[in-house]
């Protein structure tokens, strides 16, 4: 059993930066390949970046490639999300979750879900 929990979320003008941390309970954390997804309101939830268990792969969104960086520290049990150059169509609900296979960007595959942390930005 993992429980997820998201923080860092807020408003931001369009151009600044956020990190979003996810905090992990649980021993087996260093043991799943981790993912954050956003959506917003209407819309289906989407892949945005996922990374290894031992932090060895990522893999990312097109619409977040050169711009968002996903990380882990184990030792942490926590998993970040660096957002940097906003866009005002990255403004929604952002989860992180936890997969016991490997790095995937299908939302099912994921065993274990966040609350989700909200980010605006403005333009």
């Known amino acids: 059993q993992v429980q997820l929990v998201e923080s860092g979320g807020g408003l931001v003008q369009a151009g600044g930066s956020l990190r979003l941390s996810c905090a992990a309970s649980?021993?087996?954390?260093?043991?799943?390949?981790m993912g954050w997804f956003r959506q917003d309101p209407g819309k289906k939830r989407e892949f945005v970046a996922t990374?290894?268990?031992?932090?060895?792969?990522?893999y990312y969104a097109n619409s977040v490639k050169g711009r968002f960086t996903i990380s882990r520290d184990n030792a942490k049990n926590t998993v970040y999300l660096q957002m940097n150059s906003l866009k005002p169509e990255d403004t929604a609900v952002y989860y992180c979750?936890?997969?016991?296979?490997?790095?995937?960007?299908?939302?099912?595959?994921?065993?274990?879900w966040g609350q989700g942390t909200q980010v605006t930005v403005s333009s």
């Open positions: 979750a936890a997969d016991p296979g490997a790095v995937n960007i299908n939302p099912p595959s994921y065993h274990y």
């Open positions: 649980g021993r087996t954390f260093s043991t799943y390949a």
């Open positions: 990374i290894s268990w031992n932090g060895g792969s990522t």
